[in-house]
């Protein structure tokens, strides 16, 4: 089992930043890949972005330019960097952890994007 823990969800203005972090604990296997996704009342949930334990990165075209994901192998840990925030970027954002197929999810964190 991997538990994961998001933090640094807020009100934020439109063209601000915002930082989450996801924290993972747990029997964690050196291979897996890290991400975040966002759901908004009524919808479905939807892939932000994910990095692999290299480094590798995958963005939604919704987010490119604007959000960056990163990972701490050492400390288990992916961040979510937020720029340029727009009011449709306002959902609950989850991070996840996938690894040997099994997926883990955190229990979200919500952002607000207005003025």
């Known amino acids: 089992q991997v538990h994961l823990v998001e933090s640094g969800g807020g009100l934020v203005q439109p063209g601000g930043s915002l930082t989450l972090s996801c924290a993972a604990s747990?029997?964690?296997?050196?291979?897996?890949?890290k991400g975040w996704y966002r759901q908004v009342s009524g919808k479905e949930r939807e892939l932000v972005g994910s990095i692999t334990r290299g480094g590798v990165t995958n963005y939604a075209d919704s987010v490119k330019g604007r959000f960056t994901i990163s990972r701490d192998n050492a400390k288990n840990m992916a961040y979510l960097q937020m720029n340029s925030l727009e009011p449709k970027d306002t959902a609950v954002y989850y991070c996840?952890?996938?690894?040997?197929?099994?997926?883990?999810w955190g229990q979200g964190t919500q952002v607000t994007v207005s003025s």
């Open positions: 996840y952890h996938n690894q040997r197929g099994t997926a883990y």
């Open positions: 747990g029997s964690i296997f050196r291979i897996n890949v």
